[in-house]
């Protein structure tokens, strides 16, 4: 089999390539690799978007909200925005619509997994288990394998289906009211119907936890708010880099995470992997293969040296996000968490920095070049 584009791997950052390829009615022949049916993918993706935007996604929106927390014991931010929605995709629904949409085009879906990426002549070949693919350029989306000494950021989630009302009007981004032994934890909460619930424990460190301590935490948590269940919907798992991670395969791109698409403060990505892969399509189409940076080189600085101050500092770490927050308005906060910050954006959350860690970290980056 030859093409001239293969993208590896079927999740957001391929499919939503291979879409943009095919509206901008590429000639180009197209094969994404992917082992698993979309139907199979169940997660939730999340991300703030502008309220005249909410309908590209309306057929996989699962839930959307204007209003969202940020809280520890003691305080409780927040925020309701008037221009952004933070929405919830289920990623099953929208994967298989991609599907859907690609069928009978120029677009090939192969169910197999690569085992190997060689060059041949002067193309890729690529080895699946049972098939092989020969490729004048090869995009690779898989998840990437995440050193054990880096930061990431590491959850556990449930979907309940609640024996009483919630009474939960707004998404809890980050409630740190939980315990802080394991990395910087917090807990996040999707409130899909009054009765429906999601629940994630979400821990920012080095070092992984086994699945019965996050859901000993949602458990907690869920009986200090005095919340019980009928059943448990479903349940999903992740891990997220938020350290820098690059891949030199000559004459291979990486997209989506692999491609450094995730925002290393937050873990945030579905915003960043459609603004990557929509420039590629583009590039493409004007004959050029190059991945663009998925993030401009300040953001990437600043999210670097905010990191480093929260690995370094970890004792202020919780009152460094709830001051970052309270600093800025929803629609601030939205921008700044889809990469659409201006000047006076940045000194605000500059200054909730703690100048002794955030200047030192500044002078050792300078000093390495």
């Known amino acids: 089999m030859n093409f001239d584009i293969a993208i590896i791997g079927g999740g957001n950052a391929g499919l939503s390539l291979a879409r943009n390829l095919f509206r901008d009615q590429t000639k180009k022949k197209i094969i994404v ?3 698993e049916l979309p139907e199979n993918k169940a997660a939730n993706w999340c991300t703030w978007v502008h309220k005249d935007s909410v309908s590209i996604f309306k057929n996989s929106i699962k839930g959307s909200w204007e209003d969202w927390t940020v809280s520890n014991k003691t305080q409780k931010i ?19 619509q991609i599907e859907n949409e690609l069928n009978n085009s120029n677009v090939s879906i192969l169910r197999d997994a690569v085992v190997e990426i ?44 609640l024996t009483e009302p919630h009474h939960i009007d707004s998404v809890i981004l980050m409630d740190f009211d939980v315990d802080q032994y394991n990395g910087l934890h917090f807990i996040y909460a999707l409130p899909f119907s009054e009765r429906k619930l999601f629940v ?44 820098k991670i690059e891949y030199k395969n000559e004459g291979i791109h990486c997209i989506g995470t692999r491609g450094g698409a995730v925002r290393l403060s937050s873990g ?15 590039n493409i189409s004007n004959d050029c293969y190059d991945v663009s940076p998925a993030m401009n080189k300040f953001i990437t600085f600043m999210d670097e040296i905010f990191n480093k101050v929260l690995i370094n ?12 927050t309270k600093s800025l308005s929803a629609d601030e906060f939205a921008k700044f968490m889809t990469n659409k910050t201006n000047f006076n954006i940045w000194l605000k959350v500059i200054a909730q920095m703690p100048k002794k860690p955030f200047i030192g970290q500044i002078l050792k980056r300078a000093n390495r070049g």
């Open 268 to 282: 945030y990505a579905f915003h960043n992997i459609q603004s990557q892969v929509g420039k590629l399509a583009n």
């Open 78 to 96: 927040n925020h309701s925005s008037s221009s952004y929605k933070y929405i919830c995709i289920d990623a099953a629904k929208y994967l298989t």
């Open 118 to 161: 060689s060059k041949k002549n002067n193309q890729k070949e690529i080895i699946c288990k049972n098939n092989t693919v020969l490729a004048d350029h090869v995009y690779d989306s898989r998840p990437p394998k995440l050193r054990t000494n880096l930061l990431r950021q590491h959850f556990y989630g449930i979907e309940f289906e």
């Open 33 to 35: 690799i992917e082992p």
């Open 313 to 324: 500092n970890p004792q202020i770490a919780v009152d460094l996000f709830l001051n970052t």
């Open 200 to 243: 994630e424990s979400t821990v920012i460190s080095k070092e992984l936890n086994q699945i019965e301590w996050y859901e000993n935490q949602i458990k907690l948590w869920m009986k200090n708010k005095n919340l019980d269940y009928i059943k448990k919907i479903s349940s999903e798992k992740g891990v997220i880099p938020q350290s």
